[in-house]
Protein backbone atom coordinates (compact mmCIF):
# COMPACT_ATOMS: atom_id res chain seq x y z
CA UNK A 1 0.00 0.00 0.00
CA UNK A 2 2.94 2.34 0.95
CA UNK A 3 4.04 2.52 -2.81
CA UNK A 4 0.46 3.32 -3.81
CA UNK A 5 0.64 6.33 -1.65
CA UNK A 6 3.55 6.91 -2.77
CA UNK A 7 2.84 6.47 -6.79
CA UNK A 8 -0.56 8.48 -5.90
CA UNK A 9 1.57 11.53 -4.17
CA UNK A 10 4.12 12.01 -7.08
CA UNK A 11 1.18 11.50 -9.68
CA UNK A 12 -0.93 14.33 -7.85
CA UNK A 13 2.69 16.64 -7.80
CA UNK A 14 2.97 16.32 -11.35
CA UNK A 15 -0.48 17.11 -12.02
CA UNK A 16 -0.28 20.72 -9.87
CA UNK A 17 3.03 21.22 -11.87
CA UNK A 18 2.09 20.49 -15.29
CA UNK A 19 -1.62 22.29 -14.65
CA UNK A 20 0.37 25.21 -13.19
CA UNK A 21 2.52 25.53 -16.15
CA UNK A 22 -0.36 25.12 -18.64
CA UNK A 23 -2.23 27.79 -16.79
CA UNK A 24 0.75 30.19 -16.55
CA UNK A 25 1.27 29.43 -20.34
CA UNK A 26 -2.40 30.14 -21.21
CA UNK A 27 -2.21 33.71 -19.25
CA UNK A 28 0.88 34.51 -20.49
CA UNK A 29 -0.28 34.19 -24.29
CA UNK A 30 -3.65 35.47 -23.83
CA UNK A 31 -1.67 38.46 -22.43
CA UNK A 32 0.53 38.71 -25.40
CA UNK A 33 -2.54 37.73 -27.59
CA UNK A 34 -4.03 41.21 -25.99
CA UNK A 35 -1.31 43.22 -26.84
CA UNK A 36 -0.43 41.73 -30.23
CA UNK A 37 -4.05 43.47 -31.77
CA UNK A 38 -2.01 46.53 -31.52
CA UNK A 39 0.74 45.08 -33.98
CA UNK A 40 1.39 42.95 -36.76
CA UNK A 41 -1.31 40.20 -38.07
CA UNK A 42 -0.87 36.76 -38.74
CA UNK A 43 -0.17 35.95 -34.86
CA UNK A 44 0.02 32.10 -34.33
CA UNK A 45 -1.00 31.44 -30.58
CA UNK A 46 1.81 28.23 -31.14
CA UNK A 47 4.69 30.08 -33.24
CA UNK A 48 3.35 33.89 -32.31
CA UNK A 49 5.20 35.75 -35.22
CA UNK A 50 7.85 33.69 -36.10
CA UNK A 51 6.85 32.39 -39.12
CA UNK A 52 5.80 36.30 -39.65
CA UNK A 53 8.97 37.34 -39.51
CA UNK A 54 10.40 34.23 -41.73
CA UNK A 55 8.97 36.23 -44.61
CA UNK A 56 11.58 38.59 -44.36
CA UNK A 57 14.44 36.55 -43.53
CA UNK A 58 14.04 35.04 -46.87
CA UNK A 59 13.67 38.39 -48.56
CA UNK A 60 17.66 38.61 -47.73
CA UNK A 61 20.60 37.35 -48.23
CA UNK A 62 21.51 34.28 -46.09
CA UNK A 63 24.17 35.44 -44.15
CA UNK A 64 22.72 38.99 -43.59
CA UNK A 65 22.24 39.80 -39.92
CA UNK A 66 18.38 39.21 -38.69
CA UNK A 67 18.45 42.82 -37.72
CA UNK A 68 17.88 43.80 -41.80
CA UNK A 69 14.50 41.71 -41.80
CA UNK A 70 13.18 43.64 -38.74
CA UNK A 71 14.57 47.17 -40.69
CA UNK A 72 11.95 45.58 -43.48
CA UNK A 73 9.61 44.85 -41.72
CA UNK A 74 9.41 47.72 -39.68
CA UNK A 75 8.42 49.56 -42.87
CA UNK A 76 4.64 48.54 -42.42
CA UNK A 77 4.89 50.79 -39.19
CA UNK A 78 5.82 53.91 -40.19
CA UNK A 79 2.55 55.32 -38.56
CA UNK A 80 3.61 54.33 -34.82
CA UNK A 81 7.49 53.61 -35.18
CA UNK A 82 6.93 50.90 -32.78
CA UNK A 83 5.08 47.45 -33.17
CA UNK A 84 4.84 44.45 -30.84
CA UNK A 85 6.76 41.00 -31.80
CA UNK A 86 5.95 37.78 -30.18
CA UNK A 87 8.85 35.35 -30.77
CA UNK A 88 7.47 32.61 -28.19
CA UNK A 89 8.19 30.08 -27.90
CA UNK A 90 11.93 31.33 -28.86
CA UNK A 91 12.07 34.42 -27.11
CA UNK A 92 10.22 37.14 -24.91
CA UNK A 93 7.81 39.26 -26.65
CA UNK A 94 9.60 42.74 -27.42
CA UNK A 95 8.49 46.18 -28.72
CA UNK A 96 10.17 47.12 -32.06
CA UNK A 97 10.96 50.60 -31.62
CA UNK A 98 12.95 52.75 -34.31
CA UNK A 99 11.30 55.79 -33.51
CA UNK A 100 13.43 58.39 -31.25
CA UNK A 101 11.26 59.51 -28.95
CA UNK A 102 9.83 56.28 -28.02
CA UNK A 103 13.66 55.05 -27.99
CA UNK A 104 14.27 58.06 -25.44
CA UNK A 105 11.74 56.96 -23.24
CA UNK A 106 12.90 53.98 -22.74
CA UNK A 107 17.01 54.36 -22.23
CA UNK A 108 16.89 57.66 -20.86
CA UNK A 109 13.46 58.97 -19.24
CA UNK A 110 13.11 55.29 -17.82
CA UNK A 111 16.39 54.12 -17.66
CA UNK A 112 14.70 50.41 -18.17
CA UNK A 113 16.84 47.41 -17.31
CA UNK A 114 18.61 45.21 -19.72
CA UNK A 115 16.90 42.20 -20.46
CA UNK A 116 17.68 38.65 -18.97
CA UNK A 117 18.23 37.17 -21.94
CA UNK A 118 20.99 39.27 -22.66
CA UNK A 119 22.95 38.13 -20.06
CA UNK A 120 22.03 34.95 -20.82
CA UNK A 121 23.68 35.65 -24.22
CA UNK A 122 26.95 37.59 -23.02
CA UNK A 123 27.54 35.07 -20.10
CA UNK A 124 29.42 33.12 -22.93
CA UNK A 125 31.83 35.67 -23.87
CA UNK A 126 32.36 37.48 -20.62
CA UNK A 127 32.36 34.11 -18.32
CA UNK A 128 30.30 36.45 -15.47
CA UNK A 129 28.45 39.75 -15.03
CA UNK A 130 29.17 42.21 -17.23
CA UNK A 131 28.70 46.15 -17.87
CA UNK A 132 26.40 45.09 -21.15
CA UNK A 133 23.77 43.25 -19.13
CA UNK A 134 24.12 43.99 -15.48
CA UNK A 135 21.71 46.45 -13.75
CA UNK A 136 21.12 48.56 -11.31
CA UNK A 137 23.68 49.49 -8.19
CA UNK A 138 25.98 46.15 -9.60
CA UNK A 139 25.88 48.12 -12.89
CA UNK A 140 26.76 51.58 -11.17
CA UNK A 141 29.57 50.50 -8.99
CA UNK A 142 31.17 48.72 -11.83
CA UNK A 143 30.63 51.36 -14.30
CA UNK A 144 32.20 53.91 -11.71
CA UNK A 145 35.60 51.58 -11.45
CA UNK A 146 36.26 51.89 -14.91
CA UNK A 147 34.78 54.81 -16.31
CA UNK A 148 38.15 56.56 -15.18
CA UNK A 149 40.41 54.08 -18.17
CA UNK A 150 38.05 55.18 -20.78
CA UNK A 151 38.03 58.98 -19.94
CA UNK A 152 38.69 61.46 -22.34
CA UNK A 153 42.01 61.78 -20.97
CA UNK A 154 43.14 58.48 -20.49
CA UNK A 155 42.33 57.41 -24.09
CA UNK A 156 44.80 60.68 -25.12
CA UNK A 157 47.05 59.07 -23.13
CA UNK A 158 46.96 55.88 -25.08
CA UNK A 159 46.75 57.46 -28.29
CA UNK A 160 50.43 56.99 -29.12
CA UNK A 161 49.72 53.77 -28.81
CA UNK A 162 47.05 53.19 -31.04
CA UNK A 163 49.84 54.99 -33.28
CA UNK A 164 52.34 52.89 -33.43
CA UNK A 165 49.55 49.83 -34.15
CA UNK A 166 48.18 51.34 -37.02
CA UNK A 167 51.78 52.20 -38.27
CA UNK A 168 51.93 48.26 -38.65
CA UNK A 169 48.58 47.76 -40.61
CA UNK A 170 49.87 50.57 -42.54
CA UNK A 171 52.56 48.61 -43.62
CA UNK A 172 50.79 45.46 -43.76
CA UNK A 173 48.76 47.45 -46.58
CA UNK A 174 51.50 48.48 -48.48
CA UNK A 175 52.90 44.67 -48.38
CA UNK A 176 49.27 43.96 -49.96
CA UNK A 177 49.75 46.22 -52.98
CA UNK A 178 49.84 43.76 -56.01
CA UNK A 179 49.59 41.10 -54.73
CA UNK A 180 45.88 39.74 -54.85
CA UNK A 181 42.52 40.36 -52.44
CA UNK A 182 42.30 39.95 -49.17
CA UNK A 183 40.41 40.61 -45.92
CA UNK A 184 40.27 43.65 -44.58
CA UNK A 185 38.06 42.38 -41.78
CA UNK A 186 40.77 39.94 -40.86
CA UNK A 187 43.10 42.51 -41.06
CA UNK A 188 41.35 45.58 -39.09
CA UNK A 189 39.89 42.42 -36.44
CA UNK A 190 44.08 42.28 -35.48
CA UNK A 191 45.21 45.54 -35.82
CA UNK A 192 42.04 46.36 -32.99
CA UNK A 193 42.23 44.00 -31.01
CA UNK A 194 46.10 44.24 -30.68
CA UNK A 195 45.11 47.85 -29.10
CA UNK A 196 42.21 47.00 -27.06
CA UNK A 197 44.39 44.57 -25.50
CA UNK A 198 47.51 47.32 -24.94
CA UNK A 199 44.70 49.97 -23.54
CA UNK A 200 42.81 47.90 -21.39
CA UNK A 201 45.84 45.50 -19.72
CA UNK A 202 48.95 47.28 -20.85
CA UNK A 203 49.78 44.00 -22.98
CA UNK A 204 52.13 44.06 -26.03
CA UNK A 205 50.77 41.60 -28.13
CA UNK A 206 52.28 42.36 -31.24
CA UNK A 207 48.64 40.27 -32.87
CA UNK A 208 48.92 42.08 -36.36
CA UNK A 209 52.15 40.17 -36.83
CA UNK A 210 51.38 36.09 -35.14
CA UNK A 211 48.74 35.16 -33.21
CA UNK A 212 48.03 35.60 -29.18
CA UNK A 213 46.70 32.70 -27.21
CA UNK A 214 44.10 35.67 -25.38
CA UNK A 215 42.71 36.82 -28.73
CA UNK A 216 42.26 33.24 -30.42
CA UNK A 217 40.41 32.19 -27.23
CA UNK A 218 38.26 35.26 -27.70
CA UNK A 219 37.77 34.53 -31.37
CA UNK A 220 37.16 30.41 -30.74
CA UNK A 221 34.13 31.74 -28.32
CA UNK A 222 32.69 33.89 -31.28
CA UNK A 223 33.11 31.80 -33.63
CA UNK A 224 30.05 29.51 -32.44
CA UNK A 225 28.23 32.83 -30.70
CA UNK A 226 25.40 33.87 -31.61
CA UNK A 227 22.81 36.16 -30.16
CA UNK A 228 19.86 34.22 -32.26
CA UNK A 229 20.77 31.77 -34.76
CA UNK A 230 19.45 28.56 -33.57
CA UNK A 231 21.75 26.64 -36.08
CA UNK A 232 24.93 27.85 -33.76
CA UNK A 233 22.81 27.81 -30.73
CA UNK A 234 21.52 24.13 -31.06
CA UNK A 235 25.39 23.06 -31.79
CA UNK A 236 26.42 20.72 -29.22
CA UNK A 237 30.37 21.48 -28.78
CA UNK A 238 29.77 24.79 -28.47
CA UNK A 239 29.35 24.83 -24.96
CA UNK A 240 32.29 22.83 -24.48
CA UNK A 241 34.63 25.28 -26.68
CA UNK A 242 33.55 28.28 -25.02
CA UNK A 243 33.64 27.32 -21.83
CA UNK A 244 37.50 25.44 -22.38
CA UNK A 245 38.57 28.79 -23.92
CA UNK A 246 36.90 31.23 -21.41
CA UNK A 247 38.63 29.05 -18.78
CA UNK A 248 41.93 30.17 -20.92
CA UNK A 249 40.67 33.44 -20.79
CA UNK A 250 40.35 33.73 -17.35
CA UNK A 251 43.62 32.40 -16.24
CA UNK A 252 45.61 34.64 -18.84
CA UNK A 253 43.90 37.92 -17.61
CA UNK A 254 43.80 37.08 -14.09
CA UNK A 255 47.62 36.44 -14.30
CA UNK A 256 48.04 39.69 -16.19
CA UNK A 257 45.19 41.40 -12.60
CA UNK A 258 47.92 40.02 -10.58
CA UNK A 259 50.58 41.90 -12.30
CA UNK A 260 49.05 45.24 -12.58
CA UNK A 261 48.06 44.41 -8.64
CA UNK A 262 51.86 44.25 -7.92
CA UNK A 263 52.24 47.52 -10.01
CA UNK A 264 49.93 49.32 -7.64
CA UNK A 265 52.01 48.63 -4.73
CA UNK A 266 54.99 49.53 -5.70
CA UNK A 267 53.55 52.93 -6.83
CA UNK A 268 51.66 52.85 -2.88
CA UNK A 269 55.21 52.32 -1.65
CA UNK A 270 56.94 55.27 -3.46
CA UNK A 271 57.85 53.55 -6.57
CA UNK A 272 56.86 54.79 -10.45
CA UNK A 273 54.38 53.53 -12.73
CA UNK A 274 53.19 54.87 -15.98
CA UNK A 275 51.27 52.62 -16.57
CA UNK A 276 47.27 54.16 -17.57
CA UNK A 277 45.75 50.97 -18.90
CA UNK A 278 42.03 50.60 -17.89
CA UNK A 279 42.88 47.82 -15.74
CA UNK A 280 45.14 49.57 -13.95
CA UNK A 281 42.83 52.72 -13.06
CA UNK A 282 40.37 50.66 -12.53
CA UNK A 283 42.57 49.50 -9.36
CA UNK A 284 43.22 52.82 -8.50
CA UNK A 285 39.78 53.50 -8.38
CA UNK A 286 38.73 50.59 -6.57
CA UNK A 287 41.54 51.07 -3.72
CA UNK A 288 40.62 54.61 -3.58
CA UNK A 289 36.68 53.31 -2.87
CA UNK A 290 38.37 50.87 -0.18
CA UNK A 291 41.33 53.07 1.32
CA UNK A 292 40.73 50.84 4.89
CA UNK A 293 42.44 48.17 3.26
CA UNK A 294 46.12 48.17 3.56
CA UNK A 295 46.76 46.30 0.03
CA UNK A 296 50.67 46.23 1.00
CA UNK A 297 49.46 43.51 3.62
CA UNK A 298 48.04 41.58 0.72
CA UNK A 299 49.78 39.18 -1.29
CA UNK A 300 47.39 38.42 -3.80
CA UNK A 301 44.41 40.68 -5.06
CA UNK A 302 40.73 40.36 -3.88
CA UNK A 303 39.08 37.63 -5.29
CA UNK A 304 36.05 38.71 -5.73
CA UNK A 305 36.94 41.68 -7.34
CA UNK A 306 39.09 39.77 -9.38
CA UNK A 307 36.24 37.33 -10.66
CA UNK A 308 34.21 40.82 -11.92
CA UNK A 309 37.08 42.48 -13.11
CA UNK A 310 37.73 39.67 -15.51
CA UNK A 311 34.27 39.56 -17.03
CA UNK A 312 34.82 42.93 -17.78
CA UNK A 313 37.92 42.64 -19.62
CA UNK A 314 36.93 40.09 -21.63
CA UNK A 315 33.40 42.46 -22.75
CA UNK A 316 35.64 45.33 -23.38
CA UNK A 317 38.24 42.53 -25.34
CA UNK A 318 34.61 41.56 -27.39
CA UNK A 319 33.37 45.06 -27.90
CA UNK A 320 36.18 47.01 -28.41
CA UNK A 321 37.60 44.68 -31.05
CA UNK A 322 34.25 43.92 -32.80
CA UNK A 323 32.36 47.12 -33.40
CA UNK A 324 35.94 49.07 -34.25
CA UNK A 325 36.86 46.33 -37.18
CA UNK A 326 33.96 46.21 -38.77
CA UNK A 327 33.32 49.88 -38.49
CA UNK A 328 36.95 50.42 -39.71
CA UNK A 329 36.20 48.57 -43.22
CA UNK A 330 32.73 50.13 -43.94
CA UNK A 331 34.79 53.85 -43.54
CA UNK A 332 37.24 52.79 -46.32
CA UNK A 333 34.32 51.06 -47.86
CA UNK A 334 32.42 54.20 -48.10
CA UNK A 335 35.34 56.26 -48.76
CA UNK A 336 36.17 54.20 -51.98
CA UNK A 337 32.29 54.86 -53.20
CA UNK A 338 32.64 58.16 -52.65
CA UNK A 339 35.96 59.70 -54.56
CA UNK A 340 34.78 63.38 -53.69
CA UNK A 341 34.39 62.48 -49.76
CA UNK A 342 37.67 60.53 -49.65
CA UNK A 343 39.44 64.06 -51.74
CA UNK A 344 37.95 66.34 -49.15
CA UNK A 345 39.59 64.33 -46.14
CA UNK A 346 43.09 64.08 -48.17
CA UNK A 347 42.95 67.85 -48.15
CA UNK A 348 41.79 68.02 -44.17
CA UNK A 349 44.88 65.82 -43.39
CA UNK A 350 47.01 68.30 -45.53
CA UNK A 351 45.96 71.38 -43.70
CA UNK A 352 46.02 69.59 -40.26
CA UNK A 353 49.22 67.44 -40.40
CA UNK A 354 51.32 69.37 -43.37
CA UNK A 355 51.98 67.81 -47.10
CA UNK A 356 53.86 64.84 -46.32
CA UNK A 357 51.96 62.08 -44.87
CA UNK A 358 55.08 60.33 -43.04
CA UNK A 359 55.07 63.33 -40.49
CA UNK A 360 51.51 62.57 -39.32
CA UNK A 361 52.07 59.90 -37.15
CA UNK A 362 54.81 62.14 -34.94
CA UNK A 363 52.64 64.79 -34.97
CA UNK A 364 49.60 62.87 -33.35
CA UNK A 365 51.98 61.20 -31.12
CA UNK A 366 53.40 64.39 -29.73
CA UNK A 367 50.26 66.21 -29.87
CA UNK A 368 46.98 63.74 -29.70
CA UNK A 369 44.80 66.96 -29.38
CA UNK A 370 45.15 66.80 -33.17
CA UNK A 371 42.67 64.60 -33.85
CA UNK A 372 40.47 67.24 -32.92
CA UNK A 373 41.09 69.22 -35.76
CA UNK A 374 39.76 66.79 -38.36
CA UNK A 375 35.74 67.47 -38.58
CA UNK A 376 35.42 66.19 -42.14
CA UNK A 377 37.06 62.96 -40.78
CA UNK A 378 34.33 62.64 -38.16
CA UNK A 379 31.97 63.69 -40.04
CA UNK A 380 32.99 60.49 -42.37
CA UNK A 381 33.05 58.10 -39.78
CA UNK A 382 30.23 59.28 -38.18
CA UNK A 383 27.90 58.79 -41.62
CA UNK A 384 29.35 55.49 -42.38
CA UNK A 385 28.06 54.21 -38.23
CA UNK A 386 24.78 55.97 -39.15
CA UNK A 387 24.62 53.83 -42.12
CA UNK A 388 26.19 50.45 -41.16
CA UNK A 389 25.32 50.51 -37.20
CA UNK A 390 26.23 48.25 -34.99
CA UNK A 391 23.64 46.10 -33.02
CA UNK A 392 21.09 47.48 -30.74
CA UNK A 393 20.09 47.22 -27.44
CA UNK A 394 17.07 45.29 -25.65
CA UNK A 395 15.25 46.70 -22.02
CA UNK A 396 13.28 44.93 -20.00
CA UNK A 397 9.60 46.34 -18.97
CA UNK A 398 8.56 47.41 -15.50
CA UNK A 399 5.48 47.07 -13.83
CA UNK A 400 3.24 50.65 -14.43
CA UNK A 401 5.36 51.58 -17.35
CA UNK A 402 3.76 52.63 -20.78
CA UNK A 403 5.72 54.10 -23.96
CA UNK A 404 4.51 56.14 -26.19
CA UNK A 405 3.77 55.70 -30.17
CA UNK A 406 4.29 58.13 -32.73
CA UNK A 407 0.11 58.38 -32.78
CA UNK A 408 0.26 59.22 -29.33
CA UNK A 409 -1.10 56.34 -27.49
CA UNK A 410 0.11 54.19 -24.84
CA UNK A 411 1.28 51.12 -24.95
CA UNK A 412 1.70 49.11 -21.89
CA UNK A 413 5.61 47.78 -20.90
CA UNK A 414 5.07 45.94 -17.85
CA UNK A 415 7.05 43.35 -16.48
CA UNK A 416 6.01 40.70 -19.43
CA UNK A 417 7.54 42.67 -22.28
CA UNK A 418 10.69 44.16 -23.47
CA UNK A 419 11.85 46.44 -26.31
CA UNK A 420 14.49 45.76 -28.86
CA UNK A 421 15.93 49.03 -30.18
CA UNK A 422 16.38 48.64 -34.21
CA UNK A 423 19.37 50.83 -34.72
CA UNK A 424 19.00 49.83 -38.33
CA UNK A 425 15.74 50.96 -39.15
CA UNK A 426 16.35 54.26 -36.68
CA UNK A 427 19.35 55.34 -38.21
CA UNK A 428 17.31 54.76 -41.92
CA UNK A 429 14.29 56.44 -40.31
CA UNK A 430 13.19 58.77 -43.11
CA UNK A 431 11.00 60.82 -41.10
CA UNK A 432 14.05 61.95 -39.00
CA UNK A 433 16.59 61.48 -41.75
CA UNK A 434 16.40 62.96 -44.62
CA UNK A 435 17.43 61.39 -48.22
CA UNK A 436 18.22 58.79 -45.45
CA UNK A 437 19.80 56.12 -47.99
CA UNK A 438 22.43 58.59 -48.74
CA UNK A 439 25.61 58.74 -47.89
CA UNK A 440 25.87 62.76 -46.84
CA UNK A 441 28.71 63.08 -43.97
CA UNK A 442 27.31 67.13 -44.18
CA UNK A 443 24.62 66.25 -41.56
CA UNK A 444 26.97 66.29 -39.05
CA UNK A 445 28.88 69.45 -39.84
CA UNK A 446 25.57 71.59 -40.76
CA UNK A 447 24.21 73.74 -38.01
CA UNK A 448 20.54 72.53 -36.13
CA UNK A 449 19.11 75.20 -39.07
CA UNK A 450 19.88 73.25 -41.59
CA UNK A 451 17.31 70.09 -42.52
CA UNK A 452 19.67 67.33 -42.44
CA UNK A 453 20.95 68.48 -39.33
CA UNK A 454 20.26 65.10 -36.70
CA UNK A 455 16.92 64.91 -34.68
CA UNK A 456 18.18 64.66 -30.79
CA UNK A 457 18.24 61.12 -29.71
CA UNK A 458 18.00 59.75 -33.63
CA UNK A 459 21.58 58.89 -33.81
CA UNK A 460 22.88 56.39 -31.60
CA UNK A 461 25.37 54.02 -32.64
CA UNK A 462 27.05 53.90 -28.96
CA UNK A 463 23.70 54.19 -27.35
CA UNK A 464 22.81 57.03 -25.40
CA UNK A 465 22.01 58.05 -22.13
CA UNK A 466 23.55 56.83 -19.05
CA UNK A 467 24.43 53.48 -20.57
CA UNK A 468 26.09 54.86 -23.41
CA UNK A 469 29.39 52.47 -24.53
CA UNK A 470 31.65 53.14 -22.44
CA UNK A 471 34.54 52.67 -24.95
CA UNK A 472 32.99 54.90 -27.42
CA UNK A 473 35.75 57.53 -27.10
CA UNK A 474 38.61 54.90 -27.77
CA UNK A 475 36.46 54.23 -31.15
CA UNK A 476 36.64 57.57 -32.26
CA UNK A 477 40.38 57.87 -31.66
CA UNK A 478 41.22 54.40 -33.55
CA UNK A 479 38.67 55.04 -37.02
CA UNK A 480 40.22 58.58 -36.99
CA UNK A 481 44.26 57.84 -36.54
CA UNK A 482 44.03 54.81 -39.40
CA UNK A 483 41.86 56.85 -41.67
CA UNK A 484 44.59 59.84 -41.05
CA UNK A 485 47.67 57.63 -41.71
CA UNK A 486 46.67 55.36 -44.17
CA UNK A 487 44.29 57.40 -46.57
CA UNK A 488 46.22 59.95 -48.83
CA UNK A 489 49.01 56.83 -49.42
CA UNK A 490 46.55 54.03 -50.31
CA UNK A 491 43.42 53.24 -51.88
CA UNK A 492 41.26 50.85 -50.94
CA UNK A 493 38.38 48.90 -52.93
CA UNK A 494 36.36 45.85 -52.53
CA UNK A 495 36.86 42.45 -54.40
CA UNK A 496 33.41 41.33 -54.56
CA UNK A 497 33.14 40.64 -58.01
CA UNK A 498 36.55 38.60 -57.99
CA UNK A 499 35.74 36.92 -55.28
CA UNK A 500 32.60 35.66 -56.47
CA UNK A 501 33.83 34.35 -59.48
CA UNK A 502 36.82 32.49 -57.86
CA UNK A 503 33.86 30.63 -55.19
CA UNK A 504 32.31 30.14 -58.78
CA UNK A 505 35.03 28.61 -60.67
CA UNK A 506 35.74 26.29 -57.18
CA UNK A 507 31.92 25.18 -56.58
CA UNK A 508 31.46 21.53 -56.28
CA UNK A 509 28.87 19.73 -58.65
CA UNK A 510 26.44 19.21 -55.92
CA UNK A 511 25.91 22.51 -55.15
CA UNK A 512 25.85 23.03 -58.75
CA UNK A 513 22.95 20.94 -59.47
CA UNK A 514 21.50 22.25 -56.12
CA UNK A 515 21.84 26.06 -57.21
CA UNK A 516 20.09 25.11 -60.75
CA UNK A 517 17.17 23.67 -59.08
CA UNK A 518 16.36 25.69 -56.82
CA UNK A 519 18.37 28.84 -58.02
CA UNK A 520 21.04 30.95 -56.56
CA UNK A 521 21.44 32.62 -53.02
CA UNK A 522 20.55 36.44 -52.65
CA UNK A 523 23.83 38.01 -53.23
CA UNK A 524 23.08 41.85 -52.06
CA UNK A 525 20.90 43.59 -49.50
CA UNK A 526 19.58 46.64 -50.76
CA UNK A 527 21.86 46.73 -53.70
CA UNK A 528 25.03 46.69 -50.98
CA UNK A 529 27.02 43.50 -51.56
CA UNK A 530 29.30 44.19 -48.11
CA UNK A 531 26.07 43.52 -46.34
CA UNK A 532 26.56 43.28 -42.64
CA UNK A 533 26.65 39.69 -41.62
CA UNK A 534 25.79 38.24 -38.03
CA UNK A 535 29.07 36.46 -37.14
CA UNK A 536 29.51 37.43 -33.66
CA UNK A 537 28.85 40.81 -34.21
CA UNK A 538 28.16 42.76 -37.64
CA UNK A 539 30.46 41.98 -39.75
CA UNK A 540 31.20 42.69 -43.69
CA UNK A 541 29.98 39.47 -45.10
CA UNK A 542 32.47 37.12 -46.28
CA UNK A 543 35.11 39.55 -44.43
CA UNK A 544 35.25 42.25 -47.47
CA UNK A 545 37.36 41.04 -50.04
CA UNK A 546 39.44 43.99 -51.09
CA UNK A 547 42.32 45.23 -53.21
CA UNK A 548 44.56 47.79 -52.09
CA UNK A 549 46.77 50.23 -54.29
CA UNK A 550 49.13 53.04 -53.64
CA UNK A 551 47.89 56.63 -54.41
CA UNK A 552 49.81 58.49 -57.24
CA UNK A 553 50.95 61.48 -56.22
CA UNK A 554 49.21 64.14 -58.99
Known amino acids: ?62 YAAVAFAMRDLSKEFTDTELFLMDFWPVYPALYMCFGPEAIHEICVKYNLPKTEQASKSMHPVAGGPDLLSMNGSQWK ?32 LFDM ?11 TTRLTMEIILKVSLDHDSNYQRSDHVLATALRRI ?94 FLFAGNDTTASMMVYVYHRLSKHPKWLAKLRQEHDEVFGSAPADAADLIKESPSLLNKCPL ?11 HAPAGTMRWGAPGTFITDLQGNLQPMDDSVGANILHQAL ?24 PLYPVDAAYRPFEAGPRNCIGQTLVWNELKVAAILTCRELQIRDAYADFDAKREREMGWFARVRRRLFGGPIRTLHGDRAYQSDSGGLHPV ?5 YVSRVVAS
Not at 430 to 446: I, Q
Not at 542 to 546: A, L, R, T
Open 377 to 387: TLAVIKETMRL
Open 222 to 315: IAVHSFWNPFILMNPLRPIIQKYNGRIMDKYIRAELDERFQEAKLEGTGGSTSNKSVIALALKAYFKENENVDIQKQDRIDPVFARHATSQIRV
Open 1 to 62: MAWLTLASTIGAVLATTVGYIVQATFRHRRKINKLRKQGIARWSWIFGHLLVLQKYVDGIPP
Open 542 to 546: DGYPC
Open 177 to 187: VGKGFFSLDEM
Open 427 to 450: HLNPRVWPRAEEFLPERFLVGPED
Open 141 to 172: YWRSLFSPGFSSGAMLDNVPHIVDSVLVFRQK
